[in-house]
């Protein structure tokens, strides 16, 4: 796939997209969605143990942004990572390096650790690779052809919706989740106190599945922009950035 330009022929009306988008994020139970109507405003949240099955009641969404990676190398290092981390900086933590693709398809923890040390001289985090699973979902449904799906990464997300500077609270807490929260209602995404289903999810993925939808409108209204530019590619040339 080429740049989000080509894959946009028609210009939407400005300020209103085409089709209503949705934003993902991964929660303990799967998968939780926020969706923006064609106007960028809250249309309703939804959560499913498989993103396919996401993927599968949403089929009018124009995209797709998933807070996960999306896009692994044969060698290396991403350079979406170190771009999103200095983004966020000083709170690099809120990004984690993603090693090559081989050391996902590791049967364990173990393995994983040692195809990493071979391939980039260092080890994944037991964290990092806790994400084995979902990334492995997700990225099996792009690469099955669901080209709707981008990645983004929340924390980015939301230093861009504060004109370039990281919210300094953790989303765990009160303070972090109210800015938050405040940052996406200026944008007029708006998040109802009762989510149905959805909100039996804790607040913080609600939260980064939100702000995955703002950075999901922006992406179809090509007005995003994406880390690096141009993206690296995978072997089969799909792109490899971080969009926000």
Request: proline fraction near 9%; glycine fraction near 10%.
């Amino acid at each position: 796939m080429g740049s989000h330009r080509d894959a946009f022929h028609t210009p939407p009306a400005p300020g209103r997209a085409e089709s209503p988008v949705v934003g993902v994020d991964a929660c303990r139970t799967g998968w939780v969605a926020v969706t923006l109507d064609e106007e960028g405003r809250f249309a309703g949240a939804d959560t499913a143990g498989a993103l396919s099955e996401l993927l599968g009641r949403v089929p009018d969404a124009a995209v797709v942004a998933v807070d996960m990676p999306l896009g692994l190398l044969a060698g290396g290092w991403r350079e979406a990572d170190l771009m999103a981390t200095a983004m966020v900086a000083p709170h690099g933590s809120r990004v984690f390096p993603v090693p090559p693709r081989e050391v996902w398809e590791a049967d364990g923890y173990d393995e994983a650790k040692l195809v990493c040390q071979r391939l980039t001289g260092r080890m994944p985090s037991r964290q990092s690779w806790g994400l084995a699973a979902k990334l492995r979902e997700a990225n099996a449904c792009r690469d099955g052809g669901d080209h709707r799906l981008y990645e983004v990464h929340p924390e980015v997300s939301f230093a861009a919706l504060g004109e370039g500077r990281p919210v300094p609270w953790s989303k765990k807490s009160w303070s972090g989740q109210a800015v938050r929260r405040r940052l996406l209602g200026d944008q007029g995404i708006v998040l109802p106190d009762d989510l149905g289903p959805a909100g039996r999810v804790p607040p913080d993925d609600v939260l980064d599945a939100a702000a995955a939808a703002w950075s999901a409108r922006r992406i179809a209204l090509r007005a995003a922009r994406r880390l690096p530019d141009p993206p690296q590619t995978t072997e089969a040339g799909l792109p490899v950035a971080i969009w926000y």
